[in-house]
Structures are given as structure tokens and as C-alpha cells.
């Protein structure tokens, strides 16, 4: 089992209305505040529930919450091996340049390490310069080769109709 930095650990049930407002709080930031509709419920069964399909790391200051990554396996047909998916990464405000985020990052590098995984995956909005630039600084490589498509509402139900 790998060791976590300082200041960051597993969430757990008592999280989840923190994880929630931490979800609205990135959306607010990402200029999307109504997309953030997941309630308590539903975050509570995706991360703790019979059939959980994500994780959650939580970061904090003197106890407090002061951020979250929220992640889930994948699967590579390349590599025939699981990876990790940060869906989510996000610092509030006043503690952003603090290390958090690089610790929240350091913690599922870990994971990948210990598991023999050999894959850590993200995206990030293309106007977000900061979170570029850290991520550059990382070592992080931008995958821009590839384009990201999603079907969702009428383009979904008309397809799943044909």
C-alpha cells in the first residue's frame, strides 16, 4: 500500500457533501456552474457504494478541507494494463501554490507505482494556462494528437434509438 503525502488521504463517507461543494467550486471556476448537478447521493454510491466506480483523495490544512482529487481506473488495450483517470483535481483558492495539488498528483502516482500501473490520465480545459503550466512543470506531457469527443442528451438518445 502506498504511502500518501502530508496533508492528504482517502476520503471517506463523512466527505461527501465536502466533495460535493468542491465539484460545484471547480465547475464554478471552469465557467460551468450548472453542469455541476451530482447530488450527495450520488456521489456517496459512486465512491462508497456496492458498485463504486471512482476514488477519492482528499486535501487538507490544519484538518480543514482545502481540496480534492477524484479519480477512477481505466483499462489500455496498448498496454493490456489499468490506469488512473483524474476527473477531477481541484485546490481552493488560498491554498493554491501551497504543494497540494502536486501532493494530490504525488498520491495517485504512488498508486500507479505500487499497482504496476503504467498509465496517470487527465484533461484539462484549454484556457486554463496555470494548471498547464504546473502540469508542464510536472513533466506532464500534453496528449494533443488525440481529440476528446462526448455524446450526451439528444445526440446520446438518438443514437441509443437507431
Sequence with gaps: MPTYP?????????????IVQLVRDLAEYERE???????????????FGPESVA???????????AGMALWYRTFS??????GIHLEDLFVLPEHRGSGLGKALLVALSRICLDR?????EWDVLD??????????????????TWIGYRLS??????LAGS
Design 6 to 18: 502530508a496533508g492528504v488521504r482517502e476520503a471517506t463517507p463523512d466527505d461527501v457533501e465536502t
Design 153 to 158: 442528451g439528444d445526440a446520446l438518445s438518438g
Design 33 to 47: 456552474p450548472e453542469a455541476a448537478q451530482a447530488t450527495p447521493e450520488q456521489i456517496h454510491a459512486a465512491l
Design 127 to 144: 484556457w486554463n494556462e496555470p494548471s498547464i503550466a504546473f502540469y508542464d512543470r510536472l513533466g506532464a506531457l500534453p496528449q494533443d
Design 77 to 82: 488495450t496498448w498496454t493490456g494494463l489499468p
Design 116 to 120: 504496476g500501473w503504467p498509465r496517470l
Design 55 to 65: 476514488s477519492c483523495f482528499m486535501a487538507e490544512v490544519d484538518g480543514a478541507p
